[in-house]
């Protein structure tokens, strides 16, 4: 099970921290990433950081802007997001994918971020 939250209304240009807590699998061995979709639009994927965390893959909408990090001690993972606009609204889902078994996979419920002013 994966649980975001963190979600919320922010000004452009303001910042959001998003958090997902994992439970019933084993974390560590899990490639987790960050999804988002708004409406109208497929969901695409903005982060993506490797099971022991050694490797990030960004979005060219999210590089230099968000940050995606886990604690695999805490079973979470998280996406720090900064200098928001109006294009980032959507909701952002949190996924996870077993690092040897792709067929084994874990989707949150998605937080809504709204970026407005």
């Known amino acids: 099970q994966l649980v975001e939250s963190g979600g919320g209304l922010v000004q452009p240009g303001g910042s959001l921290r998003l958090s997902c807590v994992a439970s019933?699998?084993?974390?560590?061995?899990?490639?987790m990433s960050w999804y988002r979709q708004a409406p109208g639009k497929e969901r695409e994927l903005v982060a993506t950081?490797?099971?022991?965390?050694?490797?990030?893959i960004y979005a060219d909408s999210a590089k230099g802007r968000f940050t995606i990090a886990r604690d695999n001690g805490e079973d979470t993972v998280t996406l720090q997001m900064n200098s928001l606009t109006s294009e980032d609204t959507a909701v952002y889902y949190c996924?996870?994918?077993?690092?040897?078994?792709?067929?084994?996979?874990?989707w949150g419920r998605g937080t809504q971020v709204t970026v407005s002013s």
């Open positions: 996924h996870g994918r077993h690092n040897n078994y792709s067929i084994l996979e874990f």
């Open positions: 019933g699998f084993v974390f560590s061995q899990y490639d």
């Open positions: 950081i490797t099971s022991a965390g050694e490797n990030t």
